[in-house]
């Protein structure tokens, strides 16, 4: 797969050690990736540049995942972009609220890497389809 070809994850995470695992597992599976710490720093990078997913953590000082989703999902530009919403906690509440703020998936951590990866390819397919 060529570089330019490569698809863009954004990692938000406030944990720099969750950030530079999915970091590593997604370039392992081909992906580029861009990270960030916050919430707010997530958004500057949508702005400058349009990642093709995004993986953000439920639970982040400040914007929390289900406020950065719908903070997302407000932009026009990036309205559809896939969103998968993760969380260390298995709880329903928080699996409704993600999908509420407009998550497209949630996976609990830690994460299987086969599953995460099926997961990422079958958003970025869908999300391929719409723009055609």
Do not use: N, W
């Not at 914007?63 to 993760?86: S, T």
Request: a negative charge; glycine letters at 6%.
């Amino acid at each position: 797969m060529e570089a330019e070809h490569k698809p863009v994850v954004l990692v938000v995470d406030d944990d720099q050690r969750s950030r530079q695992l999915m970091q590593t597992v997604l370039t392992v599976e081909g992906y580029r990736v861009l990270v960030a710490g916050s919430g707010a720093q997530a958004l500057d990078l949508i702005a400058v540049q349009e990642p093709d997913a995004v993986l953000l953590d439920f639970v982040m000082p400040g914007m929390d995942g289900p406020e950065l989703c719908r903070r997302i999902r407000a932009l026009a530009l990036v309205r559809r972009l896939p969103l998968v919403m993760l969380s260390g906690m298995d709880d329903p509440v928080a699996r409704a609220e993600a999908v509420a703020a407009g998550a497209d998936d949630f996976i609990v951590k830690p994460f299987d890497r086969g599953d995460l990866r099926a997961r990422l390819v079958r958003l970025l397919q869908r999300a391929s389809d719409r723009h055609r």
